[in-house]
C-alpha cells in the first residue's frame, strides 16, 4: 500500500505539538492512523518509525528512526509544513534514492 502525503494531509488537517493538556495529533500519527497499526496521538520515535516500515518496506530500522526523530522534532516545534515534508520522503524513501 502506498500512501499518499496529500491524502494524509486532507484526512488529518490540523497537526499540533503535543500538549499535555490539549487534544489533538501531530503529523506523524496519521500513518499508524490509516494503517491501524498504532491508534496514538503522538508517537515515539520508536512507534513512528515502526508504522514508517510498514507503511515503506524499503525503509531499515536505522532509517526508519532517523526519519521519526525529524518528522518528531519539526512537529514540536510547530513546523508541520517540514514534519509533512520528511515523512513525504519517509514514504518514498528507497536506499538508491540516497
Not at 26 to 43: E, M, Q, R, T, Y
Not at 51 to 60: D, P
Not at 73 to 92: G, T
Request: glycine share 4%.
Amino acid at each position: 500500500m502506498t500512501l499518499d502525503i496529500e491524502a494524509l494531509r486532507e484526512f488529518f488537517p490540523n497537526p499540533m505539538a503535543a500538549s499535555p493538556t490539549l487534544p489533538g495529533y501531530c503529523v506523524g500519527a496519521s500513518v499508524g492512523k490509516v494503517l491501524n497499526l498504532a491508534a496514538v496521538d503522538f508517537p515515539s520515535p520508536n512507534i513512528l518509525g515502526y508504522t514508517l516500515r510498514h507503511a515503506n518496506q524499503r525503509l531499515t530500522v536505522e532509517k526508519s528512526l532517523e526519519f521519526a526523530h525529524e518528522v518528531i522534532y519539526c512537529n514540536d516545534r510547530s513546523s508541520f509544513e517540514a514534519a509533512w515534508a520528511i515523512l513525504d520522503e519517509a514514504l518514498k524513501w528507497n536506499e538508491v534514492s540516497e
